[in-house]
């Protein structure tokens, strides 16, 4: 519902309210009708899909003589997001307690079917083993955690945990939380979100790492360090190496929330 300004009710029945809105985008004037829960009684996606109205017009579609149906959602309530997400965790446990991370967590890889949901798209999932890199570059960027955003090859499952909170961030809000445009956008989008990471928050070497860039991209000239002075940095002493160059973004994937459960159906206005 969040695409539409609700502009003023057109009438209430025993069934819900007629609204007349207005679409954000495009401008469009539509009729929402919004059906009553404890008429609804509903407790799946397909069974809302199968009322007669909603199956009716869906069927019906295209005709000058017939209502046109825009769009039919379901709201989510907290309920339904809580038992969600327990399901995934549930799921997630599960595989990481047998060694294996999944690597691209994202609304578009979760099953819902009568409320039970399945983690499914396991293809860029790989097996934890401690001190051994991660090769490839994996997740979908809006749910990609800071750490691989950054370059790291040395990461574990807790990759994953990123991507259910803000997965269990968008079951609430109802719109993406983290839509950065690429690798440097999303790092921007994280950094207004939870603020600015502490010192506390990075190992050494990167720690080390951030002072060298620091220092090499000063605003004067003169006070950038030469090849040999940096090359002293302790940055370069120890076992710090340098990291990882932070990979080009991939490109935009469609998105898509999980199925929204309040019935809705949006009209045209004749």
């Given at each position: 519902?969040?695409?539409?300004?609700?502009?003023?009710?057109?009438?209430?029945?025993?069934?819900?309210?007629?609204?007349?809105?207005?679409?954000?985008?495009?401008?469009?004037?539509?009729?929402?009708?919004?059906?009553?829960?404890?008429?609804?009684?509903?407790?799946?996606?397909?069974?809302?899909?199968?009322?007669?109205?909603?199956?009716?017009?869906?069927?019906?579609?295209?005709?000058?003589?017939?209502?046109?149906?825009?769009?039919?959602?379901?709201?989510?309530?907290?309920?339904?997001?809580?038992?969600?997400?327990?399901?995934?965790?549930?799921?997630?446990?599960?595989?990481?307690?047998?060694?294996?991370?999944?690597?691209?967590?994202?609304?578009?890889?979760?099953?819902?079917?009568?409320?039970?949901?399945?983690?499914?798209?396991?293809?860029?999932?790989?097996?934890?083993?401690p001190g051994i890199p991660f090769k490839?570059?994996?997740?979908?960027?809006?749910?990609?955690?800071?750490?691989?955003?950054?370059?790291?090859?040395?990461?574990?499952?807790?990759?994953?945990?990123?991507?259910?909170?803000?997965?269990?961030?968008?079951?609430?809000?109802?719109?993406?939380?983290?839509?950065?445009?690429?690798?440097?956008?999303?790092?921007?989008?994280?950094?207004?979100?939870?603020?600015?990471?502490?010192?506390?928050?990075?190992?050494?070497?990167?720690?080390?790492?951030?002072?060298?860039?620091?220092?090499?991209?000063?605003?004067?000239?003169?006070?950038?360090?030469?090849?040999?002075?940096?090359?002293?940095?302790?940055?370069?002493?120890?076992?710090?190496?340098?990291?990882?160059a932070i990979p080009r973004a991939i490109?935009?994937?469609?998105?898509?929330?999980?199925?929204?459960?309040?019935?809705?159906?949006?009209?045209?206005?004749?």
């Amino acid at each position: 519902m969040e695409n539409y300004w609700f502009l003023k009710p057109l009438g209430e029945g025993s069934f819900g309210v007629v609204w007349k809105a207005l679409h954000k985008v495009t401008g469009e004037i539509v009729a929402i009708k919004q059906l009553k829960n404890e008429v609804l009684r509903l407790t799946s996606w397909e069974e809302f899909l199968q009322m007669a109205e909603v199956e009716s017009l869906s069927q019906l579609k295209s005709h000058p003589n017939i209502v046109n149906l825009k769009q039919a959602f379901m709201e989510v309530d907290g309920t339904a997001s809580l038992e969600w997400c327990h399901q995934i965790l549930l799921g997630l446990d599960h595989m990481h307690k047998n060694g294996w991370c999944h690597r691209d967590l994202k609304p578009d890889n979760l099953l819902v079917k009568q409320g039970v949901v399945k983690i499914g798209d396991l293809g860029s999932a790989k097996k934890i083993q401690p001190g051994i890199p991660f090769k490839d570059y994996v997740t979908t960027r809006w749910y990609r955690a800071p750490e691989v955003l950054l370059g790291s090859c040395f990461y574990d499952s807790k990759v994953d945990m990123w991507a259910v909170g803000v997965i269990l961030a968008e079951m609430f809000n109802l719109r993406p939380l983290l839509p950065g445009q690429n690798v440097e956008d999303q790092l921007f989008s994280i950094c207004r979100v939870l603020g600015s990471p502490t010192m506390k928050s990075w190992p050494e070497g990167q720690i080390l790492a951030g002072q060298l860039i620091t220092s090499l991209l000063s605003w004067d000239p003169a006070k950038r360090p030469t090849a040999a002075e940096a090359l002293k940095h302790p940055f370069f002493v120890g076992s710090h190496r340098i990291p990882r160059a932070i990979p080009r973004a991939i490109p935009e994937r469609h998105h898509h929330i999980l199925p929204n459960i309040g019935g809705i159906l949006a009209q045209q206005i004749l």
